[in-house]
């Protein structure tokens, strides 16, 4: 069983210890993403899914307004600003003290969220990064999550070591990592020969991220729809926290924050 790495981020000038896992709850302003109980876009529902993310134990709302689905359809840039300039100021006076991340691969839109909007994590996920994007979040000192597409654990790490000196070198505090379960691996084989080396990310020192919520590895495996895969997200997310995981990016909170609770009961009283 490996503990978390004990790290801390600046989220606006106030640290987040992230020995302990946090969950992070997905905010979806989409019509298309795959799970279709994640999407919101008017006003209220918005409103009711962030107090509903930090009622239920949440400590992050992230928020996606491009879904990065299989075959999904990429908006514009226009589009995608427009959503979260909608969504943003929504979400900051429902849950003022929430920290606010925002799942975009475009750096234009991370540093318009962070500086119009006050958005404090940046979640990149892209398999051909923009190159503005390092740049961007080292020059706002907003906490960066990094994802990687690569299929096995070797050119992750080949890669992350690569990506983090050069985040380093311009400056950048904060990284997490987060190992990219559905993103350029074989669906069930490769993320799950994944997971089961997880563990091995902590030697690079920093926090892990894990968003495995309802995802093909798991409907795909059982034969079910992402719809009836609360069960098997619960599994994985445990075995992703005995792993190391430091914060889990799920559709259901409660449950999530159920299973933290129940690992650190277990690491507690060994």
Same mark, same amino acid.
């Given at each position: 069983?490996?503990?978390?790495?004990?790290?801390?981020?600046?989220?606006?000038?106030?640290?987040?210890?992230?020995?302990?896992? $946090?969950?992070?709850?997905?905010?979806?302003?989409? &019509?298309?993403?795959? *799970?279709?109980d994640?999407r919101?876009?008017?006003e209220?529902a918005?409103r009711?899914?962030?107090?509903?993310?930090?009622?239920?134990g949440?400590?992050?709302? @992230?928020v996606g307004?491009?879904?990065?689905?299989?075959g %999904?359809?990429?908006?514009?840039?226009?589009?995608?600003?427009?959503?979260?300039?909608s969504a943003? &100021?929504?979400?900051?006076?429902?849950?003022?003290?929430?920290?606010?991340?925002?799942?975009?691969?475009?750096?234009?839109?991370?540093r318009?969220?962070?500086?119009? *909007?006050?958005? @404090?994590?940046?979640?990149?996920?892209?398999e051909?990064r923009?190159?503005?994007? *390092?740049?961007?979040?080292?020059?706002?000192?907003?906490?960066?999550?990094l994802?990687?597409?690569?299929?096995n654990l070797?050119?992750?790490l080949v890669n992350?070591?690569?990506?983090?000196?050069?985040?380093?070198?311009l400056?950048?505090k904060?990284i997490?990592?987060?190992?990219?379960?559905?993103? %350029?691996?074989?669906?069930?084989?490769?993320? *799950?020969?994944?997971?089961?080396?997880?563990?091995?990310l902590?030697?690079?020192?920093?926090?892990?991220?894990?968003?495995i919520?309802?995802?093909r590895?798991?409907?795909?495996?059982?034969?079910?729809?992402?719809?009836e895969? $609360?069960?098997?997200?619960?599994?994985l997310?445990?075995?992703?926290?005995?792993?190391?995981?430091?914060? $889990?990016?799920?559709?259901?909170?409660?449950?999530?924050?159920e299973?933290?609770?129940?690992?650190?009961?277990?690491?507690?009283?060994?």
């Amino acid at each position: 069983m490996a503990m978390p790495v004990s790290y801390t981020i600046n989220v606006r000038g106030r640290l987040m210890d992230l020995s302990k896992p $946090l969950v992070m709850g997905i905010l979806n302003v989409t &019509p298309d993403s795959f *799970f279709a109980d994640s999407r919101v876009q008017t006003e209220e529902a918005i409103r009711n899914r962030a107090n509903q993310i930090i009622a239920e134990g949440g400590e992050i709302i @992230d928020v996606g307004a491009c879904s990065t689905r299989p075959g %999904g359809e990429v908006v514009s840039e226009e589009e995608e600003m427009r959503r979260l300039a909608s969504a943003l &100021p929504v979400i900051r006076e429902a849950q003022p003290d929430a920290a606010i991340s925002v799942d975009t691969f475009r750096a234009s839109i991370a540093r318009r969220v962070v500086e119009e *909007f006050g958005a @404090d994590i940046i979640n990149d996920v892209e398999e051909g990064r923009d190159p503005d994007m *390092f740049r961007t979040v080292a020059e706002t000192g907003t906490p960066y999550i990094l994802m990687s597409t690569a299929a096995n654990l070797h050119d992750m790490l080949v890669n992350f070591s690569r990506e983090v000196q050069e985040l380093r070198a311009l400056g950048q505090k904060d990284i997490i990592l987060d190992p990219g379960f559905g993103f %350029g691996k074989e669906p069930v084989a490769g993320n *799950f020969a994944l997971l089961e080396v997880m563990e091995r990310l902590t030697v690079m020192e920093l926090p892990l991220l894990v968003g495995i919520s309802r995802k093909r590895m798991i409907h795909q495996l059982l034969g079910i729809t992402p719809a009836e895969s $609360l069960n098997g997200t619960t599994v994985l997310n445990t075995i992703a926290l005995l792993k190391g995981a430091n914060i $889990l990016r799920v559709h259901d909170v409660r449950e999530a924050v159920e299973a933290v609770r129940i690992v650190d009961a277990m690491r507690t009283n060994r």
